[in-house]
C-alpha cells in the first residue's frame, strides 16, 4: 500500500444480541473477524477502529470521519435507524476522498442508496442451511481480487439474484452464482466524487462467511484500493465554483 | 424511432418572467423553442405537453408522469422551491423506465443531484457576453450525435468547466471546449434502473442557444434514445425479491 | 426499428456436414433457423442473406459487405482457414458503421480477436449431454433484453466459464450460469469505431440451442441493436486529419 | 508503490538523430528526460532502462520484456520498421500483466492499434510554432492525476483533435484542449487481459514536452499505475481451458 490508512469498521451490531443462532457464530459480533481479518492481511499498514449503531452519532462524528481513510459499513435489520444527518455526512466525506465498502445486506442501506442513485433492489432466498455461493473474478489482475482462489467457494450462503438494480459498476470485479442457478453482481466497484466505492456481497448473518480467510483477504484488498485514491488537486474545487478567464495563468 | 413518445418538457419559468434580457430572447419562456424543436425534428413519433414550477404539483402529477416516456428538465433559480415529494415521485418514475434529459443549470437540480449521488458541482464563468463553445462528438455514431455538425459551435455561452463532480458517464457523447481553454463532458448517458438518463449542457437563459437548429437536434435525439428503452421483463422484479428455489421453471 | 437492415449471415457450415450428430439438428446448416429467427422477429424490417466459408472470398466480397449493415458470425473448427485479407475487409467495414453479432466460438475467430485486441480465452466443458444453462439480464431495459424470459433456460449446452480474456464490455447484458457453477459473461455490447459489436455466447453445434426461439429472439435483438448507429458525420474523418486552424468555420 | 518496478523506456529515436530542431531540444533523445523523471518521481521504486529500435529486436527481447514490468513507448516516422514478430511479442507479455504507458504519435504504433482493435486515427495540425495545450483532469482522484495542476498548461504543441477512433477508454483522466478550439481524449486507461494501458497525448519531437516536470510527473504516476496489476490467479487460466466438473473444488 502506499499510505497508512485509518478503517473505521462500521457495524449495525443487532443480529448478535439478539439472535442466539447469530451470535453462537459471531459472540464478539460481526465486526470481530472482519477486523481480525483487516489485521492479519494488512498489518502495521492500517490502524482499525470500530463503530455501531448505539454509540452516539452511532459513532460516526466528524472527527471520526476526519480520520477515516476507509469506511466498512455492514447493516440490515436497522437502516432506517440510522440518522439522516450522519448518512449526509458519510456522503459528504466519500465525495471528498474516503473509501467505502459496502457489505452484504448493506445494499438497502440509506448511504449505499444515496451514492447509487437507484433502488438497489436484488432477488434473495434464505432457505435454511443457505446454499453454495461461487465467486468468480472477471478481472483477475484487480488489485481487489488478489491472492484469492478462482473461484472463492462459501459452502452455506443466502442467495442474492439478479436483477441488482445498481448503475452499471465502473469496474466489475466478481460474478457469484448460486446453486439454484442465480447469479449475482457481487464485487462492483464505483468512483464518486473524490472517493471509492465497492460493494462485496457475501456474507449473511447466518453463516460464518466473515470467518472465512478467502471473504477476509477481499475485504482487506478492498479497504488498501479504497485508500488508494490520489490526493485530489481539484475535486472539490467545484465548490469555488466561478472562475474568470485565464484564472488557471494566475495560480500555477 | 420504435414506438410513439409522449414527452413533458419541464421549465422553472422564471427567468423569462422576470429578467428583461431574458425575456427578450424567450417572450414565450425558454420551453418554447424546445418543444418547437422536438415537433419538427420528431414530428408525428411524439405528442409534447409543457408543465412549469408554479403550476400544482409542479405540473408532474402521478397521471402526468404515467403518461411521459420522457421528461425533459430546466431549472436554475428554484430548484429549492421544487417540492420533495415530487423529486421522489420523478425518480421512482426514471427508474420504472421513464427517460429524463437535464439541460444546463439542470446540473444542480435536486432531481439529477438524485439520481447521480453526487454534488454534480462544475467551475463556470458568466462574463457579459459569454464566449464560444465548441461541442464535440467522441463517439460520432451514437443516436444522439446524429444529423449535427462536427463541431457544433455557439457562439456565446456561458462557460461550464472540470471538474464536473458527476459519475463516470456510462457513454460519453459530447465534450465542449471554452474560448476561455476550459473543457467539460457536456454530453453524458446513464442508464438507471430500467431508465435512461442525458445530460445535456448548453442552454444558458441569457443566450439565445435554445433556438439554435443543432441544440434542438440535439435535444431531439436525446428525446428519442431516452425513449428506446425495452420494456423491461424483470427490471422491477427485486421489489418482490424473495424467491423459492427453482422459481424460474415455474414461471416460464 | 428506424431503417430496413441488410443482414448477411455467415456460418462456417462444417461440422453440420461432416458429423451426424451436428447433421441430425442442423440439416440445412446452422444458419437455417438463425435465417428463420430473424425473418420472424424482424419480419419486412430486414433482408437476409447467408454466406459460408467455402464460398468464393467466403461469401464475403467488397460488395456484399458494402450491402450488409449487420454481419452474424459464427465458426468454430475453421477459424484459421479464414483468410487474412477477408477479416481485414470485415474490420474496416466493422469500423466504418457495419453491425457484427458474433457468436460462441466465433469468441476465437480471427475477427472477433482483432476487434477485441486480447486472447478472448475461456475454460470450458464439452461432457456428453452437456449441462444446464441460465441466462439471467443484468439490463433489463436493454433493447437486446427486450421480450425474453428472466432467466433464459437452455437445457443442454456446453459450458463457457471465466475468466474469459475479453475487454471490459462497454455495455454488459447478459450473465450465464451452469449447472456445474461457473459463470460466464455471455451478452457483451462494444462500441469499435462507427461500428456496434455484440458477443452471445450461446450455441454449441451439438445441442439444438439455435433452435428455441429465445435465443433468436436475442440474436434479432442484437441485430436490431447493431444496426442501430447514426450515420456518423465524423467517424471516418481523422483519415483526412490535418487540419488548419478554423477549419470548421469553413465547414459549417 | 507496492513492488518494485522494472520500466523499459522504449523510443524510436529517428527523429532526434537526423532532424536538427529536434536534435537541439533532446541531444540525448527523448528517452533521455523520460527516464529523468521517472527517476526522479519514483527512486528506489523503480529500475529504468532504454531501448531503441536500431538495436537486435529492438531491444525487445524475449528476456528484456520477462524482466520488463511496465515499458513505455514513443515511435512515429518508423511505426512500419517495426517487426510484427516483436509487436507479437510485446502484444502477448502485455495481456499477461506487462503494463504499457503509449505516448503522443505512438497511437498509430502497431502494438497500440493492435491492443485496440481500431484504426487510432485522429484529426491533427502541425503549424510552426504550435499551439497552448491544456490537460484537464476529469478524475481528480485518480493515482495519474495526482500532483499535477489543474489544468497543465503546455506552451506549445501540436494539435491533437476528435474524433480520436478508440474504444471508449476503461477509464478517462485527461482531456485536453487546444488554442485552435479542439478536444481530445488525451489521458485514457485500458485494462487488457492481466495487463494496463495507459495512452498519454502529449509529446511532439518538435516541443520540449517531455522536459516539463507537470507531463514527467504524469508519465510516472502512470507507470506506477500501470504496474499495479495483482498477480492474476487466473487471468491466464483459459489457455488450459477444458475443465471437468468440479475442477475447483480439487484444487483449492
Same mark, same amino acid.
Given at each position: 500500500?502506499? !499510505?497508512?490508512?485509518?478503517?473505521?469498521?462500521?457495524?449495525?451490531?443487532?443480529?448478535? !444480541?439478539? @439472535?442466539?443462532?447469530?451470535?453462537?457464530?459471531?459472540?464478539?459480533?460481526?465486526?470481530?473477524?472482519? =477486523?481480525?481479518?483487516?489485521?492479519?492481511?494488512?498489518?502495521?499498514?492500517?490502524? =482499525?477502529?470500530?463503530?455501531?449503531?448505539? @454509540?452516539?452519532?452511532?459513532?460516526?462524528? %466528524? #472527527?471520526?470521519?476526519? #480520520?477515516?481513510?476507509?469506511?466498512?459499513?455492514?447493516?440490515?435489520?436497522?437502516?432506517?435507524?440510522?440518522?439522516?444527518? =450522519?448518512?449526509?455526512?458519510?456522503?459528504?466525506?466519500?465525495?471528498?476522498?474516503?473509501? $467505502?465498502?459496502?457489505?452484504?445486506?448493506?445494499?438497502?442501506?440509506?448511504?449505499?442508496?444515496?451514492?447509487?442513485?437507484?433502488?438497489?433492489?436484488?432477488?434473495?432466498?434464505?432457505?435454511? /442451511?443457505? @446454499?453454495? @455461493?461461487? $465467486?468468480?473474478?472477471?478481472?483477475?489482475?484487480?488489485? $481487489?481480487?488478489?491472492?484469492?482462489?478462482?473461484? $472463492?467457494?462459501?459452502?452455506?450462503q443466502e442467495m442474492y439474484g439478479e436483477f441488482f438494480d445498481i448503475p452499471p459498476p465502473d469496474e466489475l470485479v466478481f460474478i457469484s452464482s448460486f446453486e439454484g442457478g442465480e447469479v449475482f453482481r457481487g464485487g462492483c466497484c464505483y468512483h464518486?466524487?473524490?472517493?471509492? =466505492?465497492?460493494?462485496?456481497?457475501? /456474507?449473511?448473518?447466518?453463516?460464518?462467511?466473515?470467518?472465512?480467510?478467502?471473504?477476509?483477504?477481499?475485504?482487506?484488498?478492498?479497504?488498501?484500493?479504497?485508500? /488508494?485514491?490520489?490526493?485530489?488537486?481539484?475535486?472539490?474545487?467545484?465548490?469555488?465554483? %466561478?472562475?474568470?478567464?485565464?484564472?488557471?495563468?494566475?495560480?500555477?
Amino acid at each position: 500500500m502506499t !499510505r497508512h490508512l485509518n478503517v473505521t469498521v462500521w457495524n449495525e451490531h443487532v443480529h448478535e !444480541r439478539r @439472535e442466539p443462532s447469530v451470535k453462537k457464530i459471531y459472540p464478539d459480533g460481526m465486526h470481530a473477524p472482519i =477486523v481480525e481479518g483487516l489485521r492479519r492481511e494488512l498489518g502495521n499498514d492500517v490502524t =482499525v477502529r470500530v463503530a455501531t449503531l448505539d @454509540e452516539p452519532e452511532h459513532g460516526l462524528t %466528524d #472527527d471520526v470521519l476526519a #480520520d477515516t481513510d476507509v469506511l466498512t459499513w455492514w447493516g440490515h435489520a436497522a437502516h432506517d435507524r440510522v440518522a439522516d444527518s =450522519v448518512v449526509d455526512r458519510v456522503h459528504a466525506r466519500v465525495l471528498d476522498g474516503m473509501g $467505502i465498502v459496502v457489505l452484504h445486506s448493506g445494499h438497502y442501506s440509506k448511504i449505499f442508496k444515496r451514492l447509487m442513485g437507484t433502488t438497489c433492489s436484488l432477488i434473495w432466498r434464505s432457505d435454511p /442451511g443457505g @446454499e453454495r @455461493e461461487m $465467486i468468480w473474478s472477471v478481472n483477475p489482475a484487480h488489485p $481487489i481480487a488478489a491472492g484469492v482462489p478462482q473461484p $472463492i467457494v462459501i459452502p452455506h450462503q443466502e442467495m442474492y439474484g439478479e436483477f441488482f438494480d445498481i448503475p452499471p459498476p465502473d469496474e466489475l470485479v466478481f460474478i457469484s452464482s448460486f446453486e439454484g442457478g442465480e447469479v449475482f453482481r457481487g464485487g462492483c466497484c464505483y468512483h464518486r466524487g473524490a472517493g471509492r =466505492v465497492f460493494y462485496f456481497s457475501p /456474507g449473511d448473518q447466518e453463516y460464518p462467511v466473515y470467518h472465512q480467510v478467502e471473504v477476509q483477504r477481499v475485504i482487506a484488498n478492498a479497504v488498501a484500493w479504497c485508500g /488508494g485514491v490520489a490526493q485530489a488537486n481539484d475535486a472539490t474545487s467545484g465548490r469555488q465554483g %466561478d472562475r474568470p478567464r485565464n484564472w488557471f495563468l494566475r495560480s500555477t
